[in-house]
């Protein structure tokens, strides 16, 4: 029996994340290959941009770095799907030579293959995805920076040989969930700025608000 105490390895992670694997992994992959593209308004790109990962933290983690996860900056992993997107997707880039790039995670919730999907944008072009079993934990996370006014940017590396046949390779630098969270407000901020918001709705809205939360509740719980 593994001891839950252990510093988990980006490995051990994946396995504990609920990596998907034979039969359902391969449904999973030809869903993701569907080409599935965000709906109007379910992702407005934010002003700001926040990079998470630049290339200076991404230098210092090695492409199957062993060191536990929770110590690591973020972790190298192939953009999932690059072989089923145009070649316009990559235009703007040349061939022959390996790119440092900027990629922005984008969650899509709509995703009827994966709620939890996080894609991969390069200049404002959907290109593939992170791993399901990467995305299913940071989504919430991206949606919540999202909201906060962030673009979410990591450093990438894209290459594409001179042969105009040839599909386009790209690894990302994804953010380790302390990195992440290392950006989200805390309790308390959330605490005081739901505070201010709450003042400012009327007397009749805050009325139907605790309404909807009592009938929920009620639903919730069992009867006796």
């Known amino acids: 029996m593994k001891d839950p105490k252990k510093p988990r390895s980006q490995f051990q992670f994946e396995e504990l994340a609920g990596l998907k694997s034979g039969a359902e992994l391969r449904a999973w992959e030809r869903a993701m290959d569907a080409q599935y593209v965000s709906g109007p308004g ?20 090695a492409p199957h770095d062993k060191r536990p996860f929770d110590d690591l900056p973020a972790i190298w992993r192939a953009v999932r799907g690059t072989e089923f997107r145009r070649a316009e997707t990559w235009s703007s880039l040349g061939s022959g030579e390996p790119h440092q790039v900027y990629a922005e995670l984008v969650p899509q919730p709509g995703n009827p293959y994966d709620s939890t999907a996080v894609a991969i944008y390069l200049n404002g072009h959907q290109i593939g995805y992170a791993p399901a079993s990467y995305a299913e934990h ?11 006014g962030h673009r979410v940017l990591v450093a990438g590396t894209f290459f594409r040989s001179e042969s105009t046949s040839a599909s386009a390779q790209m690894f990302v630098a994804l953010p380790t969930f302390h990195v992440l969270r290392r ?17 400012q709705l009327s007397e009749e809205v805050r009325a139907a608000v605790v309404a909807g939360a009592s009938t929920s509740a009620m639903t919730r719980c069992p009867q006796s």
């Open 42 to 61: 379910e992702y407005v790109a934010p002003a700001g941009q926040l990079v998470v990962v630049d290339h200076s933290a991404a230098a210092t983690v």
């Open 138 to 148: 940071a989504h919430w996370m991206v949606r919540q920076l999202n909201v906060l």
């Open 183 to 199: 950006h989200m407000p805390s309790i308390d901020t959330m605490t005081k700025r739901f505070g201010v918001l709450w003042q």
